[in-house]
């Protein structure tokens, strides 16, 4: 009989080791952390020991995930609530700039704006913006977010883009939906190569591109 068929012997028929319990004792099997021979009980009990550090690490790790969460969640509402009180172009962005660059930390951040509200075209957020760019920022479905090279975004930060490594370009809709018009484009930036990589989390950006939208729509019409 060879290991494999002990092993199925012993899987099917769990009666055994009750029939002969004093075989947990007696059988003697490496320490698995280098110490002298165990019993199988003893053994079993390390590996139980080992299952539940395990557990524990994974339990704080996705404890941490939820508390910084709730942290970024309550920024994100506070710069909702800054932004309900905002009746001109010039105090959304100054708001969207205040919270952004502060609570978030992102040190660049612009907003361009097209097709909605002509009356404002004098205003910094109102340059004027390649049509390529325009058609990429109504082509994507979800924040882009990664390296800033080949990236036309870059341009809108002027002299400080030679500088940027990374960047989230968030699409600005009508009614904040996905298949609302596209009028214009959020766009966050770092020197830093991983702030914002491909692969990033995009629920709060998406939750912000909503209420910026939402909130510049309100004060340029």
Same mark, same amino acid.
């Given at each position: *009989? ?20 004093? $075989? ?26 080992? %299952? ?22 309550? %920024? ?19 708001? $969207? ?36 760019? %325009? ?67 995009? *629920? ?6 909503? *209420? ?10």
């Amino acid at each position: *009989m060879n290991a494999e068929e002990i092993a199925l012997y012993l899987k099917t028929h769990p009666e055994f080791f009750e029939q002969h319990a004093d $075989l947990l004792t007696q059988i003697r099997i490496p320490d698995p952390h280098g110490g002298a021979a165990v019993s199988l009980a003893e053994r079993q009990m390390t590996v139980l020991r080992d %299952k539940a550090r395990a557990l524990e690490s994974k339990l704080a790790e996705l404890i941490g995930y939820g508390e910084e969460n709730d942290i970024i969640a309550e %920024k994100v509402h506070r710069l909702g609530v800054a932004l309900l009180g905002v009746d001109d172009l010039a105090e959304a962005v100054r708001v $969207l700039n205040t919270h952004l660059s502060g609570s978030f930390a992102v040190p660049h951040v612009a907003v361009r704006i097209w097709g909605v509200g002509g009356s404002q075209d004098d205003a910094p957020e109102y340059s004027p913006v390649p049509d390529t760019l %325009k058609a990429f920022a109504g082509s994507i479905h979800r924040p882009y977010c990664g390296g800033a090279s080949g990236q036309e975004a870059v341009a809108l930060f002027g002299e400080q883009g030679g500088h940027i490594r990374s960047l989230a370009q968030i699409p600005l809709r009508e009614d904040g939906v996905e298949g609302g018009a596209c009028f214009g484009l959020l766009v966050l930036a770092s020197e830093e190569v991983e702030r914002f990589y491909p692969d990033m989390g995009v *629920m709060f950006l998406n939750r912000i591109g909503d *209420m910026a939208a939402s909130t510049l729509l309100r004060v340029v019409h």
